[in-house]
């Protein structure tokens, strides 16, 4: 069966690496997955981001954050295979001189980074609230999801630019380059909580008068423990397809923010970071400044994307 | 017996699923005649509905009528193209469906779809066709109807609804009407009504009908013929009294044995071991052969074809004409006593 | 009916206060108005009689009271970066954002429908399939991107269209001013436009789509066919109808959407409007702007949500029982 059952999510849990892996090639889940090449694709383009973020310092031919590699002579060279091109320079360089194919190695490490830290704290945040508002119920049920209900009136964006010109104004000491990542992560963070925690409410709502928790109860275990070793790991299961398809939101609103100048800061910069200083050359025709960053983080928002639907589909039993 | 107004001959419907094709119809022929009603009786998944889909031109993808003919007044009508089979659907052929709950679109005034059906057909006036509207509202018993046609199908009730559902169903007129199960979702207490209204309705009219259910009891009140499906097929057809006293097929004497009648009151209830095949695991020859207590060899290997009766039978049973059954106890050849 | 208006009404009220809740604790605690109207070298007595002036030194419920009566009265202060009235700079600036969000989402709404539609009734088409791919790719590229992307396309290489500014404005009364008498206004205002309604033209495409397959599938429907009904009747008077309901009510919130999304376009197309400002003063910690700004987009999605849900209530006859009751 697609959905795991309680006991399966225990196995998953609980259970050794190699029998989760030999379940995995087992499942139909992993059927579905070869049978789809986008999926296939889409999987092995997020692959090799993560890997090209992971190891950039030692994949990227240069550091373009190094002063001491890089040359204002060298700003502005267009792609090896244009005229004037430079063969040191595969995809060009920027106005101040950095190589273009590092500078993305680096920016999709940051924007990976930040967009993921970003999504975990917001399913830390929501599972956590989610699961004590539908464990406990009564008055705190009541209080989290009236500011559920309240934030989910605003665009996430919007929130995020909020939380972000707040903390400044508290960081306010603080340079940018050491407050930039906390401030986005805790921005995404916050701004993304609700779905996680409408999701672990309802099935905790479900969970918590079903036998196990009442047995687990007459034994005396205290709340605490009855909710993080045996409720939580029931209701676990549909977050992994809520974490997936916000990565992809995680990464355009850590691309946005820094577009629009409060996100990281252009000696730190991520992909949108990137693409806001190419966008400035735009009318120069220095075309490859703004389209190479641009269009790695189209195709990889797109393959994470692939990745979440795809995964929402083949977890659901309903849609086979 | 007139011509029929209805013919199917050997239909076959198929659906291309990703397992592969499902026959849901395998060679199924009947006729039905001016005025005459055939029951139709099977269980869920005998291919009751997916008949009077493919009779009225609804079969759609991934379904298809894959062979035979559907006639009407012995014109083809299961190849025409689709605006032309639209013509025909309403005008000439009908259908009641199941729930009256949902086969009216609820954002619209009743009034609205009976006049917006009416108009499609005919050439009357938007003043004339409401007047016909309310005509046939009275028709099949909706009381006030000049003050209900503006009423919302919300506003009504389930047997309510189901009157107006039969309303716009005869509202053209039709030769033919399928009554695909229409009291399954009513009250037991207004289902007789509904079946005596549709029985007078189209008595009045001559409007010959298939009136598809799993209740023996309807059919034995209201129809004068009737068909046991089983898998697609064609068990046993024949004259309603006859079937229901005579069955042949063990498995319409297993269909008959579990209606309750006050005669046999003491006597148990027959039941039928085991239940109908998937569509994707049809056995061989006969596809009762695994349910039934009188199976043979040649069950295995042949599929039956609901022929009449071998002489012996026929005489013992005092058959009437025109009593088909598809079981191989009673070709001449075996004579098998059942 | 009247008691589910009223329920919805005071719901709706009790979202504003915590909003402005929100935007009280901002303007009060995170940028003290005092530190930013007083220079580094002001007296401490300075400070302390200002503080007093300002009713800072009142009790927090009062002062929480004397905003929601400043904010009832359009009254949020005083921009730190312009030293402008905030009701003023966002006054000025409302009608660029408003034309901008009303034209997207009209553009949105008719182009997501009828692609939607299209979609649904020819799924197997390959105009249908490229829709599908489409809108795929139009939730995945960023707002801003896309933006870039027209730029570089209609304004750099085939120099049609205009890249920023509103054009030439007209005034209207006391206070509009509008692009769209002018064919510079009008020529400003199609990239922006595009660029803010795609993503919620492919959201609406996509629920037209899901929701007229789910139509589609419905008992009606089929009894509609067996009656012989047209196609056109079937699909468009029945079918759209049944539709669009449930679309209505996203295509209305979503407008609130798309002001608040206006402030990427505007970023990128240099609008000069609401959202333009609002960042001017994230950027610099303007926090009355801020704090005017959120209660003017709350205000904005708790009435549009408020207006969806009472015409909800007049579409569907259904809705009309379950509210008198």
Redesign the interface.
């Known amino acids: 069966m697609p959905t795991p059952t309680p006991e399966e999510v225990k196995g998953l849990v609980a259970g050794g690496q190699s029998g989760l892996v030999a379940r995995l090639l087992d499942s139909d889940v992993y059927a579905s997955f070869r049978s789809s090449w986008m999926t296939m694709i889409a999987a092995a383009i997020v692959a090799l981001c993560f890997i090209g973020a992971a190891f950039a310092p030692w994949i990227a031919p240069t550091d373009p954050f190094d002063p001491a590699t890089v040359f204002l002579s060298d700003a502005s060279i267009p792609p090896m295979w244009q005229q004037g091109g430079d063969p040191r320079f595969i995809i060009g360089t920027d106005d101040q001189g950095r190589d273009m194919y590092s500078a993305i190695l680096y920016g999709l490490r940051v924007s990976l980074m930040v967009g993921g830290l970003g999504v975990l704290l917001a399913a830390s945040i929501g599972i956590t609230l989610g699961l004590l508002a539908g464990y406990l119920g009564g008055r705190v049920d009541a209080i989290i999801m009236r500011i559920a209900d309240v934030q989910l009136t605003f665009p996430a964006i919007l929130i995020a630019l909020l939380i972000d010109g707040v903390a400044q104004a508290l960081f306010r000491g603080m340079s940018r380059e050491t407050s930039a990542i906390p401030v986005l992560v805790i921005s995404i963070g916050l701004s993304f909580w609700v779905q996680y925690a409408r999701t672990i409410r309802g099935s905790t709502m479900v969970e918590k008068n079903k036998d196990y928790v009442a047995a687990a109860r007459l034994v005396g275990l205290p709340t605490p423990i009855i909710m993080i070793r045996h409720v939580l790991p029931n209701v676990i299961g549909p977050v992994l397809v809520i974490l997936t398809i916000n990565l992809g939101l995680a990464i355009i609103t850590e691309a946005t923010l820094s577009f629009l100048g409060v996100g990281l800061p252009p000696t730190q910069p991520s992909l949108g970071t990137l693409i806001s200083i190419g966008n400035r050359y735009l009318f120069s025709g220095d075309w490859w400044i703004v389209t190479f960053p641009g269009a790695t983080l189209a195709i990889l928002v797109l393959a994470v994307n692939l990745l979440g639907d795809w995964l929402r589909d083949a977890l659901n039993p309903k849609l086979r | 017996m007139s011509e029929p107004v209805i013919s199917v001959r050997n239909l076959r419907v198929e659906f291309a699923t990703r397992r592969g094709i499902l026959r849901a119809i395998d060679g199924v022929s009947f006729d039905i005649a001016r005025g005459e009603v055939l029951g139709v009786v099977g269980e869920s998944g005998a291919g009751k509905s997916v008949t009077g889909a493919a009779i009225i031109g609804l079969i759609e993808p991934p379904g298809r009528i894959a062979g035979g003919e559907i006639l009407l007044h012995g014109q083809r009508i299961d190849n025409l193209p689709p605006d032309a089979m639209r013509r025909i659907r309403g005008r000439k052929i009908a259908m009641i469906f199941q729930d009256p709950l949902t086969s009216l679109n609820p954002l619209y005034r009743v009034g609205e779809q009976l006049i917006e059906t009416i108009r499609t057909h005919t050439d009357l006036s938007a003043r004339a066709a409401r007047d016909r509207a309310i005509g046939l509202l009275s028709e099949v018993g909706i009381p006030a109807p000049e003050k209900r046609i503006d009423g919302y199908p919300h506003e009504f009730s389930g047997g309510m609804r189901q009157r107006v559902v039969i309303a716009l169903a005869l509202s053209a007129e039709p030769d033919f009407i399928v009554a695909d199960e229409p009291t399954t979702a009513l009250d037991v207490s207004v289902q007789a009504q509904i079946i005596a209204l549709i029985k007078r309705l189209c008595a009045e009219r001559g409007t010959a009908v298939m009136l598809v259910t799993h209740d023996m009891g309807v059919i034995a009140e209201t129809a004068d013929r009737v068909a046991v499906m089983y898998a697609g097929r064609v068990a046993e057809i024949g004259p309603v009294r006859d079937v229901v006293k005579h069955p042949l097929h063990p498995y319409a004497k297993g269909l008959m044995g579990a209606i309750p009648t006050l005669e046999a009151e003491s006597e148990r209830l027959l039941q039928i071991p085991g239940s109908m095949p998937r569509l994707t695991r049809i056995p061989p020859g006969c596809a009762f052969n695994p349910r039934c207590s009188h199976v043979f060899d040649r069950c295995h290997v042949d599929k039956p074809e609901p022929i009449e009766p071998d002489a012996a039978t026929a005489a013992r049973e005092n058959l009437m004409p025109g009593h088909l059954v598809a079981c191989h106890l009673y070709t001449a050849k075996t004579g098998g006593t059942p | 009916m009247l008691a589910f208006v009223i329920r919805r009404i005071l719901q709706s009220i009790a979202?504003m206060v915590?909003?402005a809740l929100i935007a009280f604790v901002?303007f009060r605690f995170?940028?003290d108005p005092v530190n930013q109207m007083v220079g580094v070298d002001t007296p401490q007595a300075e400070v302390e009689r200002l503080r007093a002036s300002l009713g800072l030194n009142d009790p927090t419920l009062v002062q929480f009271g004397r905003f929601l009566w400043n904010a009832l009265h359009f009254n949020f202060g005083v921009s730190y970066q312009f030293r402008l009235p905030v009701t003023q700079l966002l006054a000025e600036r409302a009608p660029a954002t408003l034309e901008l969000a009303l034209t997207a989402a009209l553009f949105a709404l008719f182009v997501g429908v009828v692609m939607g539609v299209y979609c649904a009734l020819r799924r197997d088409s390959w105009l249908a399939r490229l829709f599908q791919a489409v809108s795929?790719?139009g939730?995945?590229?960023?707002?801003?991107?896309i933006g870039?992307?027209l730029?570089?396309l209609f304004a750099?290489i085939l120099g049609w269209l205009p890249?920023n500014g509103r054009g030439q404005v007209v005034k209207i009364g006391n206070w509009w001013t509008t692009g769209l008498l002018t064919t510079s206004g009008l020529k400003a205002l199609v990239l922006p436009a595009i660029t803010l309604g795609l993503f919620q033209m492919t959201l609406i495409m996509r629920l037209v789509r899901a929701e007229m397959m789910e139509v589609m599938r419905?008992?009606?429907i089929?009894?509609?066919?067996?009656?012989?009904?047209?196609?056109r009747?079937i699909h468009f008077?029945?079918a759209l109808?049944?539709t669009l309901?449930p679309v209505i009510t996203i295509a209305g919130l979503q407008l609130?959407?798309i002001i608040?999304?206006a402030?990427?376009t505007e970023?990128?197309f240099n609008w000069p409007g609401m959202g333009l400002l609002?960042?001017k003063?994230?950027?610099n910690?303007d926090?009355p702007i801020?704090a005017a700004y959120?209660m003017l987009?709350?205000f904005l999605?708790?009435t549009i949500?408020l207006l969806v849900d009472l015409a909800y209530g007049f579409v569907?006859?259904?809705l009309r029982?379950a509210m008198r009751t």
């Open positions: 979202v915590s909003v901002m995170v940028g795929l790719i939730v995945s590229l960023p707002t801003f991107l870039i992307l730029i570089y750099v890249s419905t008992d009606y089929k009894f509609a066919k067996a009656r012989g009904l047209t196609t009747a008077g029945h109808k049944n309901i609130g959407s608040a999304f402030i990427i970023t990128v609002f960042l003063a994230v950027q910690v926090i801020m959120l987009i709350g999605f708790v949500n569907d006859p259904r029982v």
